[in-house]
Nanobody
Framework: QVQLVESGGGPVQAGGSLRLSCAAS????????MGWFRQAPGKGREGVAT???????TYADSVKGRFTISQDNAKNTLYLQINSLKPEDTAMYYC??????????????????WGQGTQVTVSS
């Protein structure tokens, strides 16, 4: 059974940094695409960043230059480095993955596997 477990969230002041992690287990192969999504209170889910198995990345315009997605295939772990945090970055952050090349690897792709989320709260 595929399991994605996020960690690294917490309270932080504006301008600060966090590194979110997503540990993947239950599948010995490689995912075609992994991504980070977020959902702020009262808002819909927003795609933040994706990374393909070949290392190609995409980012939402709102986070370009501040967020960096990366992966350590040896550790089956996905990361999101978040710098220059803003209060509007406050949200639950979710890790997601899929195995199908047919879905592509971009913010609008279908993702079959989801973690439970880690909360990021940015105070001004």
């Amino acid at each position: 059974q595929v399991q994605l477990v996020e960690s690294g969230g917490g309270p932080v002041q504006a301008g600060g940094s966090l590194r979110l992690s997503c540990a993947a287990s239950g599948y010995t192969g490689s995912y075609y695409c992994m991504g980070w999504f977020r959902q702020a209170p009262g808002k819909g889910r927003e795609g933040v960043a994706t990374i393909s198995s070949t290392g190609s990345t995409t980012y939402a315009d709102s986070v370009k230059g501040r967020f960096t997605i990366s992966q350590d295939n040896a550790k089956n772990t996905l990361y999101l480095q978040i710098n220059s945090l803003k209060p509007e970055d406050t949200a639950m952050y979710y890790c997601a993955a899929h195995r199908r090349a047919l879905y592509g690897c971009y913010l609008g792709s279908r993702f079959d596997y989801w973690g439970q989320g880690t909360q990021v709260t940015v105070s001004s």
